[in-house]
């Protein structure tokens, strides 16, 4: 028991690492569309800390709400969408926007992974 909790943490650690490295916005939602996870250039984008986001529906940061989690679902990888991000402070930020749907071993959807690309960062770049 003991070293399975082991290398649970580790790969807990392992895997917080790698989305801190990711340099696009990273989102990780369950089935119904409730935040569970994001990296921290999501946080520097839309100005909030992780826990005003957690628990919270990924429609809260869409200002487009045309895209709703049931057709990101349905469609399963969406490329490339352009969507807008809403900030704490009220701004509208475009982002190239891919999400990709995450099934258990029964094939069931049980969580989706968003990534988005600053489109005004780009641009400017």
Do not use: H
Request: aromatic letters at 8%; hydrophobic letters at 35%.
């Amino acid at each position: 028991m003991n070293s399975n909790l082991k290398n649970i943490t580790r790969y807990k650690y392992y895997f917080d690492n790698i989305i801190s490295l990711i340099v696009d916005s990273l989102i990780v939602a369950d089935s119904e569309g409730k935040i569970e996870k994001l990296n921290q250039t999501t946080l520097n984008i839309l100005g909030y800390q992780e826990s005003e986001l957690i628990g919270q529906s990924i429609q809260s940061i869409l200002a487009d709400s045309s895209l709703k989690v049931n057709d990101l679902i349905k469609t399963n990888n969406l490329n490339n969408y352009e969507v807008i991000y809403l900030t704490k402070n009220g701004t509208t930020i475009p982002i190239a926007f891919s999400s990709f749907v995450i099934y258990d071993r029964d094939d069931k959807a049980i969580g989706i992974v968003c990534i988005g690309r600053d489109m005004w960062k780009e641009s400017s770049s």
